[in-house]
């Protein structure tokens, strides 16, 4: 009785201890944060350049009037061949990157001279735990030091010189299904970083590190715990009533994957949240209907304390994939003769929100894209959408081509916001996407845990649905007036997933596309005024800096990221190929790129169909719900991950088996799958595959 006694004592300090944690004192040299939240004009020091995600640039040699002499000055060959998201940063004459795997490297930002290189050996396994390549988003300055957060979970602090890691943290058990690809955040000393896996098992959180230590000061969970025990926070209390079932068992989701933003003015933390799990809300609210808080929101906490200080959820109760967490700006619009300071939101489910930023009242949401399908509208007192009935597929048990889809009208490609033009340039996507429930659902052990049959939305051999499919994904650059509520001019683009965009006082507006080009349009109207061949689709967003009165932009070059290893790559494949470099430009640059390699021309040779209706069916819905999402819908693969279609392990069921049950490629990326699959439903798999395979040789289409 009296060591219980003196446990829960030693418990309750502990606790206590937790509770006061408080950072080492905030930077002094190097990069401070009146730095981060005074933008010098020639420098890029955070993310999204500034506290408030703006990426505007007060800089303007570079123009409407002369963006056509805009030419390469240098470039670099990246030694990751992988989707390329990140922002570029520039300190001091210095260009900080990250890459794919994680990667940190330094530049001379005049000469492109590499400073150093920074590894942090991520496990190429962790491919597994990750829906959208093994991409990252950038790194964070602050102090003397460079911030990344890698792909399997862990925080390093590297030294800004000498690129050597000073300390390094786990944020999430080496276990755990998470994953981070985002940019982290630095505020007042502390290091604001959350994690990716929604569509796996995990509990959404943003938590804070000490900037000096690595030591962590607080966690804020996005969602609730099990029911049973004592949440870990009054938010929590509140939230769990939104649940029903043994949703916490899959972790809940409401993954903090992107935005994060500190914001001066009320010296909150806004960050938006991911898809509730699993998709399918009859497999987590299984007593009937809840809004799964705080899922698909924008929640606000106490910069200092990660106390809960608002929420606003944008898509209740979610089985779309509608995460929210997407880019969050941070503006002073003037609404109705009324100066209001705002945070604008362009999120999965295609409406613009404006809220007001001290307390998440809701002001308005309007579309951004169309058609949107999904909901009729947002009602303009409440903020919550008017769902058609026809979309909730777990109620109707009927499959429903939902508009957007899981790529969303908006995804993580940053937008940006000219005050000059009042306008945000917004890298918008087409892609409807058909849902269909599965009632038989139960939880695996391995890759996505959705509650979806993905069966049905696989792409058929047949060349002119093929075609139409193709014709009908694609995407627009949208300048969109947040206070009207409209858009005001579009720039349409023949595939989605083009890059983020960066806006100028120059009365520029830069934007890569998915087809291999760096655009620059005007602010005001869209006009194309340059463009340049980059060989390679760009995900990433530009951005620029001046040195000895020169203005440069740059940006990362390389095709991947979720268009390209999802199931959407069946209809969108090898658009181009992977050529992962980093671009920078100014007037009068003269640089060229070396030829790009010819593409290797492939023909389908597999051998004979072989197994059951029975087996083949089973194949097919294995592989449509597992496998598509790194191996391509219908076996179609994109550009970086391999096309099983042409696999050598096709016509040899044992070596079939050493690669998916017993993982022999683990180092490759291809984990073994032998707690989820048998070895007979693995066959069944490399039947469907074959057969795939035979269909498309027929068809012509390798
Ligand atoms: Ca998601």
Sequence with gaps: MRLRLLAATALLALASCNNSKTASAPATSGVTDAMIANAAEGEWLSYGRDYAEQRFSTLKQVNDSNVGQLGLTWSADLDTARGQEATPLMHDGVLYVSTAWSLV??????????????????????????????????????????????????????????????????????????????????????????????????????????????????????????????????????AVKTWSGDFWKLGGGGNVWDSITYDPVTNLVYFGTANAEPWNPAHRNTKGEGDSLYTASIVAVNADTGEYAWHFQETPEDRWDFDSAQQITVADLTIGGQKQHVVMHAPKNGFFYLLDAKTGKFISAKPFVEPINWASGIDPVTGRPNVNPDARYEVTGKPFVGMPGAIGAHSWTPMSYSPLTGLVYIPTNNTPQLYAPDPDWKPGTTGFQLGIDSTLGNVPADKKVRQATRAAMTGALVAFDPVAGKVKWKVPYPMPTNGGTLATAGNLVFQGTATGEFNAYS????????????????????????????????????????????????????????????????????????????????????????????????????????????????????????????????????????????????????????????????????????????????????
């Design 105 to 238: 490297k330094a530049y001379d930002a005049k000469t492109g001279a590499l400073k150093w290189s920074y590894d942090p050996k991520v496990p190429r396994e962790k491919l597994v735990d990750v829906c959208c390549d093994a991409v990252n988003r950038g790194v964070a300055l602050y102090g003397d030091k460079v911030y990344v957060a890698t792909l399997d979970g862990r925080l390093v602090a590297l030294d800004q010189k000498s690129g050597k890691a000073v300390w390094e943290k786990r944020t999430f058990p080496a276990d755990s299904h998470m994953a981070i690809t985002g940019a982290p955040r630095i505020v007042k000393g502390k290091v604001l970083i959350g994690s990716a896996g929604s569509e796996y098992f995990s509990r959404g959180y943003l938590a804070a590190f000490d900037a000096q230590t690595g030591n962590e000061l607080w966690r804020f969970f996005t969602v609730p715990g099990d029911p049973s025990k004592p949440q870990e926070g009054k938010h929590l209390d509140a």
């Design 523 to 702: 602010a005001d109207a869209g006009k194309k005024l340059w463009g340049f061949a980059t060989q390679s689709g760009v995900l990433a967003a530009p951005m620029t800096y001046s040195i000895d009165g020169e203005q440069y932009v740059a940006v990362m070059v390389g095709w991947g990221g979720v268009w390209d290893v999802s199931g959407g790559s069946g209809v969108s494949s090898k658009i181009t190929p992977n050529i992962s470099r980093l671009l920078v430009f100014k007037l009068g640059g003269k640089g060229t790129l070396a030829a790009a390699p010819p593409s290797a021309k492939r023909v389908l040779d597999p051998p004979p169909v072989s197994g059951t209706p029975e087996q083949l069916a089973l194949g097919a819905k294995l592989y449509s719900n597992s496998c598509s999402v790194c191996h391509g819908n219908a076996a179609i693969a994109g550009s970086l991950n391999p096309d099983l279609r042409h696999s050598v392990a096709l016509g040899n069921p044992k070596l079939w088996q050493q690669i998916v049950h017993d993982g022999i490629l683990k180092d490759n990326g291809m984990v073994a799958w032998k707690d989820q699959f048998s070895p007979d439903q693995i066959e069944a798999i490399r039947f469907y595959v074959v057969k795939r395979a035979n269909e498309d040789k027929a068809l012509g289409d390798h």
